[in-house]
């Protein structure tokens, strides 16, 4: 699953790069022969579908685009736990009821990246859900409809999904992001400019799957809004990195990675 901005399309776009990419050097060994030249092929084209389909406005309130120099430099509190609890509602599974506050901005970003970057996403009626509950009202509309319409039936297919969203039997599609930290950059009582680093899981488990399930690292700007009772996306981008040397893992067999990602759920993060 790709995320990102496209620039220039009349209002829309921004600084934002997409999370699949080809590699600059020689392929890991121990992924040789799992991927074909059709798959690689295969995945440029699904980036540049993605690319279209969340290219939306990234304009944010006047108030997110100021950034004072004191905010922006290292403070030795950065990267340590405030303490808070997470939210503990959820509508449609998604949680909400972020604190008024610089940690709930990033509480609530942290959250939002994670359904953003996840499979749901290319299901239609789970898509709907999560416009509306993380979506600023003024946003919704339209971007419902670039969704639906970048997300269609024909797209689908050519990722191996049916109309709904699903993989065909014996696979399982995944698209799961995990947060490894969050940064404000900016912040007002009415809005908020989060970073949010992560790594994430992406491609199809099955045996004959020509997509095998990979892993990247990604930073996710979003800004947000306070919308009177919790936080809300106005727009977000996307580039690659920072990413750590790779390990010397194994890679797992498609039943394993299968079966890990059914088994094991998700978690609700608070900076």
Not at 30 to 51: A, H, Y
Not at 106 to 129: F, G, H, M, W
Not at 219 to 241: E, H, I, P, Y
Not at 249 to 268: H, N
Request: charged content about 20%; proline content about 6%.
């Amino acid at each position: 699953m790709s995320l990102g901005d496209e620039p220039g399309s009349g209002g829309y776009g921004g600084t934002g790069q997409t999370r699949t990419r080809l590699p600059d050097g020689p392929a890991d060994p121990r992924r040789s022969g799992r991927t074909s030249p059709r798959s690689l092929i295969t995945v440029v084209g699904v980036v540049v579908l993605l690319i279209a389909a969340i290219a939306f406005a990234n304009r944010g309130d006047g108030d997110s685009a100021a950034r004072s120099g004191a905010e922006n430099k290292p403070r030795t509190s950065t990267t340590a736990a405030s303490g808070q609890k997470p939210p503990e509602t959820t509508s449609n599974g998604i949680p909400t009821g972020f604190p008024h506050t610089q940690e709930g901005a990033q509480s609530a970003a942290a959250n939002y990246a994670t359904v953003l970057v996840s499979a749901d996403i290319l299901k239609p009626t789970r898509r709907s859900e999560i416009v509306q509950q993380v979506f600023a009202t003024d946003q919704q509309a339209e971007l419902q409809q670039r969704l639906d319409q970048a997300y269609s039936k024909e797209f689908l297919s050519k990722i191996g999904l049916d109309q709904n969203g699903n993989a065909p039997a014996g696979h399982t599609y995944v698209s799961r992001t995990a947060p490894i930290g969050t940064k404000t950059t900016s912040y007002s009582e009415t809005a908020a400019n989060v970073e949010v680093w992560c790594t994430g899981l992406y491609g199809t488990a099955g045996e004959d799957s020509t997509d095998p399930v990979t892993s990247d690292w990604f930073t996710m700007t979003l800004q947000l809004r306070w919308g009177g009772d919790d936080w809300k996306v106005a727009s977000f981008s996307q580039k690659n990195g920072p990413a750590p040397v790779p390990g010397d893992s194994k890679a797992s067999s498609a039943d394993e990675m299968a079966k890990a990602v059914e088994e094991y759920g998700g978690f609700t993060y608070a900076r």
